[in-house]
């Protein structure tokens, strides 16, 4: 792992958190997408190589949904980007570390990504992830 990507914060609404987010950071977002596979959209702000990035649920089954409801807005997960997700993905498993993910999928803001259970990493999730690769 070469450095934090992004942290990832569950919100209830975009709109309302994107202002709060700006006043704090003192700059604007750059970019808002939605991840159709995880039913979730995402608002993204750029603090020196950091990214913060802010996770609305578009579904009451949306995993961002279950986590507001059972702990309420706030931190979700950390990521970390690493240069080969696939090789990071077997070495933790070697070491005896549960993944939620064994095979990359497609994350937002370009990236691809895999998610280590939490209960492997004293409860913070931990996402890893990588820059999608060049058709």
């Known amino acids: 792992m070469n450095k934090v990507e992004h942290i990832g914060i ?13 006043d704090i950071l003192g700059t604007e977002s750059y970019k808002m997408e939605s991840v159709t596979s995880e039913n979730v959209n995402t608002l993204f702000f750029q603090l020196g190589e950091t990214k913060i990035e802010l996770l ?6 949306s995993p961002i949904a279950k986590f507001i409801e059972k702990k309420g807005e706030g931190l979700h ?7 080969d997700i696939q090789e990071k993905i077997e070495e933790l498993k ?24 939490p209960k492997s990493s004293n ?10 690769p060049k058709d």
Request: aromatic share 6%.
């Open 77 to 83: 997960h950390i990521a970390f980007h690493v240069d």
């Open 94 to 117: 070697e070491k005896g570390y549960r993944m939620i993910h064994d095979v990359p999928k497609a994350g937002a803001d370009d990236k691809i990504i895999a998610f280590m259970h």
């Open 10 to 22: 569950a919100v209830k609404s975009l709109k309302d958190s994107e202002i709060i987010f700006q």
């Open 56 to 61: 609305e649920a578009t579904s009451e089954d």
């Open 123 to 132: 409860g913070v999730l931990v996402e890893l992830c990588a820059d999608k």
